[in-house]
């Protein structure tokens, strides 16, 4: 069986950890702070694992800020029937590219889906920059 342990993006590739949200995330209030945070979702801070050669100011072990945007798929489901008319129901989904390593799942994506560089921060009750 042909097991991948590691590998080197092309040009302006980036691999990134996949983690996701383990819980929903609250304010300090109690109120949910979007459906983007929701367990199972992917979080935005993702750590860079590896890089292309062309891919610049990105090296291993550097946090960074992902826009999911380009990867979003629009869905059009039927939807109720009223007045003899169909509704449209739309649902979107996202479809990242992904590999697994060593049973690890990680983040296939180019240095454009990268909105910036997290060069300092701090954790606070968010459910976790990066769990």
């Not at 979080?43 to 062309?54: C, D, E, F, L």
């Not at 449209?88 to 990680?106: F, K, R, V």
Request: charged content about 20%; proline content about 5%.
């Amino acid at each position: 069986m042909f097991k991948v342990k590691a590998i080197q993006p092309r040009f302006n590739g980036v691999v990134t950890t996949a983690h996701v949200y383990s819980e929903d995330v609250r304010s300090e209030s109690g109120l949910y702070l979007g459906t983007t945070k929701m367990a199972g979702s992917m979080n935005p801070y993702q750590t860079v694992v590896a890089v292309g050669p062309m891919a610049r100011d990105l090296e291993p072990g550097k946090i960074v800020k992902i826009n999911f945007t380009r990867y979003l798929v629009p869905q059009h489901l039927p939807g109720k029937i009223e007045n003899n008319v169909q509704k449209d129901n739309m649902n979107a989904s996202y479809e990242i590219p992904c590999i697994e390593l060593e049973g690890t799942t990680y983040l296939l994506i180019q240095d454009s889906d990268i909105e910036y560089i997290v060069t300092d921060y701090e954790l606070d009750n968010d459910g976790g920059l990066l769990e």
